[in-house]
């Protein structure tokens, strides 16, 4: 048995070694927007490696479950990234945000009251524009994706953890900016290539159903290169139980965000609503949300929004 462990330790030296062998500039899109290089899909096929081993060396005194239904650490609900499935309206405008997208923890470590997860995060945030017939035009797409981890400790009512991702976003714009009559790309905005790699923290401090956080992101390369590499947060969501049941719970939200390009300007998202299902598991999800600040949309990155939307969201 001691063999065994031994065994398992030295091939997971080995693939830490190999994939420490890599550079942060095999992140990097190519000139023509991004490519999955061969480089990029072993060095995610050896970080699944590496967790999966773990499920037989580490933690061996805790539980484990591999794929499990729920999430470890549930989405920051005013944050802008954070996994959503559901669309908005702008009030007032032509405008419509739809968002296609998912986390999936892949393995849980957990003993009564401490877990620690790993999973994987697929977004998709797409801007369409409102047209008569019921037509939506598609006029820009973001899409991220990446590598998550959590951890968290319960005491009694109270629960503090930490969240770190590492992820990757592209943007582009998409046909439907484009305008057939001048045979010209709408407001003369035409596409460029904007991508970005960042490690992201989240520290976090619950009781009962009020959580605070703070955020600190690093971008570790981006186009364009006048974006801050920093990103600092704070926010919070409360979900009101006391006037709440298991089928349906009303919440609200906030999520303030310092970033810019050449200097830093504030960003705001305030977000109200109900949750049909339990507030702190899967649901559906109908609210409000106030933003302000730099467009969320990469291709507008240095554009200055601000407009109310009302939506809905499910939590899969």
Known sequence: ???????MSFRRSLRLRNLLHYNIKDFSPTEVGFEMTNKKLKLLFSFILIVLSFTSISYSQW???????DLNIQPFTANFLEPKAGFLLAVGQDKVRLDISTSRDIIHWYDEDESISIGADLFTFTRLRSEDNFKFPVETIDYLFGFNAGYKKKICEYEYGIRFRLSHISAHLVDGQFDNGTVSWRNNRLPFVFSKEFFELFPYFKVNSLRVYAG????????????KKGIYQVGFDYYATQFGTDLITPFAAYDFKLSGNNKYVGNNII????????WDKKGFSIYYTYISGKSVHGEFFDVNENYSSVGCNFDL
Do not use: R, W
Not at 63 to 69: E, V, Y
Not at 216 to 227: K, Q, R, S, W
Not at 271 to 278: D, I
């Open 216 to 227: 600190l992101t690093y971008i570790f390369h981006v186009i364009p290169e006048e974006i």
């Open 63 to 69: 539980k484990h479950d591999l794929f499990p239904s």
């Open 271 to 278: 977000s109200a609503g109900v949750k049909f299902g339990k």
């Open 1 to 7: 048995m001691q063999n065994g462990k031994i065994k």
